[in-house]
């Protein structure tokens, strides 16, 4: 298996760690992963990408210009992004940050209303998990195990107690997730 | 069983630092290699190793404490990008004439000038050809993943005390900052005193009763001395060149065509190699690992049989010389680049291969 991701919005909405964690569970499951931000002169507020690749073998570039999974966090990178979704692929994203829904038939497009999810559980700051959660839903290729093994890598040992609430926010998220449009290929 | 861990190219140069018992590092922050030095104040290992880690007041003041702590015989290293690595240059050129080990990690940025803060391998000829002035080399190691990051740093100073020279780990922005799966191994501890004398005799560690003095200069006024010393240099490059080019092949057995590439490049060239032979082309790449000494052997071996070479590189045509000087009129060398901090994708590499070899 071979996922080629993307995940893209605001600086602040945890995009880069959404991308760490999920590439620290796949590692936890002896996948090969890589996980490349954009780096340029960004800012807080701007918009924040990063490709993901997980793969079970070698993984040779880990520059991407096309991806299996689009995950779109706001306007901006749901104009940039969808056009570079491949044909099958899928396209998350979070209806809080688009004015435009995304218009590809060729893909599979849902939805994460994960600024509920993160107010339901009363802390903003799982926004990102609720996301990934609705990923994982999608593309189920981890554990839950593996994921959590995830968790506890990625978070620093001070926030320990943040695990147990990250994994309610991925599992709210997994139920939480909406088909809008499936694939017509 | 090795650990693995999560880590960006800059922090397995830092956390690979500490754990393979370097003395000292001495740096000054610059994008886009500013988490190296970031790491290692994170992980305090002054308080673990004893390891120093000093933020300087510049980049000349970083290479000049490295040239000082190298003088006592200690595992020392710095990191910068290329117009920090510009600055230190002259250290550079002092620490190779007074013969002293040390690594210098380049992650590079594109230039020239200030230029931009994205990736670039365009500090190539710097590295290889020299940077600071006079008849010297560093030897060069190029990584191309962040555990060749983590394990070139050891190597690196392995090379530098086995020779008494500067290692230069020549890494991009993408390098430094990709994050991938690290083994790390069991911890190396510091040398002992008694260790340092072992492996650096030469060491200014204090002159005990009978010995001579220990002398770590670079200036020689007396021509014939300087001449002599010229000629030892000549000598340990010789060595090293005959013992230490080491390189990785990716499909060149049956290939028809070849893609020499460094670092990232040879990553996004193996990419585009997987395209070109799914329709039926007999692609493969020759990865330089070491640049200094280049594997001009390996490559005259290769052009002797294959259709054409193509140098793929994030500047505008610098190891290509070396492929071509290598090469020698066996096979036609063509050159892809991009610059500015753009990064070509691998479908960009197999359309300039096809245009290349006038293939479709």
């Given at each position: 298996?071979?996922?080629e991701?993307?995940i893209?919005g605001?600086?602040?909405?945890?995009?880069?760690?959404m991308?760490?964690?999920?590439?620290?569970?796949a590692?936890?499951q002896?996948?090969?992963?890589?996980?490349?931000p954009?780096?340029?002169?960004?800012?807080?507020?701007?918009?924040?990408?990063?490709?993901?690749?997980v793969?079970?073998?070698k993984?040779?570039?880990?520059i991407?210009?096309r991806?299996d999974t689009?995950?779109?966090?706001?306007?901006q990178?749901?104009?940039?992004?969808?056009?570079?979704?491949?044909?099958?692929?899928?396209?998350v994203?979070?209806?809080?940050?688009?004015t435009r829904v995304p218009?590809?038939?060729d893909?599979?497009?849902?939805?994460?209303?994960a600024i509920?999810?993160?107010a339901?559980?009363?802390?903003?700051?799982?926004?990102?998990?609720?996301?990934?959660?609705?990923?994982?839903?999608?593309?189920p290729?981890?554990?839950m195990?593996?994921?959590?093994?995830?968790?506890?890598?990625?978070?620093?040992?001070?926030?320990?107690?943040?695990?147990?609430?990250?994994r309610?926010a991925?599992?709210?998220?997994?139920?939480?997730v909406?088909?809008?449009?499936?694939s017509?290929l | 069983?090795?650990?693995?861990?999560?880590?960006?190219g800059?922090?397995a140069?830092?956390i690979?630092?500490?754990?393979?018992?370097v003395?000292?590092?001495?740096?000054?922050p610059i994008?886009p290699?500013?988490e190296v030095?970031?790491?290692?104040?994170?992980?305090?290992?002054?308080?673990?190793?004893?390891?120093?880690?000093l933020?300087?007041?510049?980049?000349?003041?970083?290479?000049?404490?490295?040239?000082?702590g190298?003088?006592c015989?200690?595992?020392?290293?710095?990191?910068?990008?290329?117009p920090?690595?510009?600055?230190m240059?002259?250290?550079i050129?002092?620490?190779?004439?007074?013969?002293?080990?040390?690594?210098?990690?380049?992650?590079m940025?594109?230039?020239?000038?200030?230029?931009?803060?994205?990736?670039?391998q365009?500090?190539?000829?710097?590295?290889?050809?020299?940077?600071g002035?006079?008849?010297?080399?560093c030897?060069?190691?190029?990584?191309?993943?962040?555990?060749?990051?983590?394990?070139?740093?050891?190597?690196?100073?392995?090379?530098a005390?086995?020779?008494?020279?500067?290692v230069?780990?020549?890494a991009?922005?993408?390098?430094?900052?990709?994050?991938?799966k690290?083994?790390i191994?069991?911890v190396?501890?510091?040398?002992t005193?008694?260790e340092?004398?072992?492996?650096a005799?030469?060491?200014t560690?204090?002159k005990?009763a009978?010995?001579e003095?220990?002398?770590?200069?670079?200036?020689s006024?007396e021509a014939?001395t300087?001449?002599?010393?010229?000629?030892k240099l000549?000598?340990?490059?010789?060595?090293?060149?005959?013992?230490?080019?080491?390189?990785?092949?990716?499909?060149t057995?049956?290939?028809?065509?070849?893609?020499?590439a460094?670092?990232?490049?040879s990553r996004?060239?193996?990419?585009a190699?997987?395209?070109?032979r799914?329709?039926?082309?007999?692609?493969?790449?020759?990865?330089p690992?070491?640049?200094?000494?280049f594997?001009?052997?390996?490559i005259?071996?290769?052009?002797?049989?294959?259709?054409?070479?193509?140098?793929?590189e994030?500047?505008l045509?610098?190891?290509v010389?070396?492929?071509?000087?290598?090469?020698?009129?066996?096979?036609?060398?063509?050159?892809y680049?991009?610059?500015?901090g753009n990064?070509y994708?691998?479908e960009?590499?197999?359309?300039a291969?096809?245009?290349?070899?006038?293939?479709?």
């Amino acid at each position: 298996m071979k996922e080629e991701i993307i995940i893209a919005g605001f600086g602040g909405q945890g995009v880069l760690s959404m991308g760490k964690i999920l590439a620290y569970s796949a590692i936890m499951q002896d996948l090969e992963v890589t996980w490349m931000p954009s780096y340029g002169p960004e800012m807080r507020g701007g918009t924040a990408n990063v490709c993901v690749i997980v793969s079970d073998r070698k993984i040779s570039s880990p520059i991407i210009t096309r991806y299996d999974t689009a995950v779109i966090l706001n306007q901006q990178s749901l104009d940039k992004f969808e056009q570079n979704v491949k044909p099958g692929g899928l396209l998350v994203y979070d209806p809080s940050g688009i004015t435009r829904v995304p218009e590809r038939k060729d893909i599979t497009v849902c939805s994460i209303d994960a600024i509920e999810v993160a107010a339901e559980l009363g802390n903003s700051k799982v926004y990102n998990m609720a996301v990934l959660g609705a990923y994982l839903k999608m593309r189920p290729f981890l554990n839950m195990e593996n994921v959590v093994k995830g968790l506890e890598k990625s978070i620093p040992a001070r926030y320990a107690d943040m695990i147990q609430k990250n994994r309610e926010a991925i599992e709210k998220g997994m139920e939480k997730v909406k088909i809008i449009s499936e694939s017509a290929l | 069983m090795a650990e693995k861990i999560l880590l960006k190219g800059n922090e397995a140069i830092a956390i690979s630092a500490i754990r393979n018992g370097v003395d000292g590092f001495f740096g000054y922050p610059i994008t886009p290699q500013s988490e190296v030095m970031e790491t290692l104040m994170k992980e305090k290992p002054w308080e673990t190793t004893g390891m120093v880690v000093l933020q300087a007041e510049s980049e000349v003041a970083s290479i000049n404490m490295v040239y000082g702590g190298a003088c006592c015989g200690k595992k020392v290293m710095t990191s910068s990008s290329s117009p920090g690595i510009s600055l230190m240059s002259e250290g550079i050129s002092y620490i190779a004439g007074a013969e002293l080990p040390c690594v210098v990690v380049d992650v590079m940025r594109g230039g020239p000038g200030l230029g931009t803060i994205q990736p670039s391998q365009s500090d190539y000829s710097q590295s290889v050809k020299g940077g600071g002035h006079g008849d010297y080399h560093c030897i060069v190691i190029a990584p191309a993943s962040a555990q060749d990051m983590y394990d070139f740093v050891d190597w690196g100073f392995e090379l530098a005390f086995k020779y008494r020279n500067p290692v230069i780990i020549l890494a991009d922005g993408i390098i430094g900052q990709l994050m991938e799966k690290v083994e790390i191994h069991p911890v190396k501890p510091r040398r002992t005193d008694a260790e340092i004398l072992a492996v650096a005799p030469w060491a200014t560690t204090g002159k005990p009763a009978g010995r001579e003095r220990n002398i770590i200069t670079s200036l020689s006024l007396e021509a014939n001395t300087q001449e002599a010393f010229n000629r030892k240099l000549l000598a340990k490059y010789d060595a090293i060149r005959e013992n230490e080019v080491k390189f990785s092949e990716y499909l060149t057995e049956d290939a028809e065509y070849i893609f020499v590439a460094f670092g990232c490049s040879s990553r996004i060239c193996e990419a585009a190699t997987d395209m070109l032979r799914e329709e039926g082309i007999r692609a493969g790449v020759l990865r330089p690992i070491t640049l200094y000494p280049f594997p001009e052997k390996e490559i005259a071996r290769l052009a002797s049989k294959v259709k054409s070479m193509m140098s793929i590189e994030l500047n505008l045509g610098q190891m290509v010389e070396d492929v071509r000087l290598a090469v020698n009129g066996r096979c036609p060398v063509g050159f892809y680049g991009r610059q500015g901090g753009n990064v070509y994708t691998p479908e960009e590499i197999a359309d300039a291969f096809r245009k290349f070899n006038n293939l479709k």
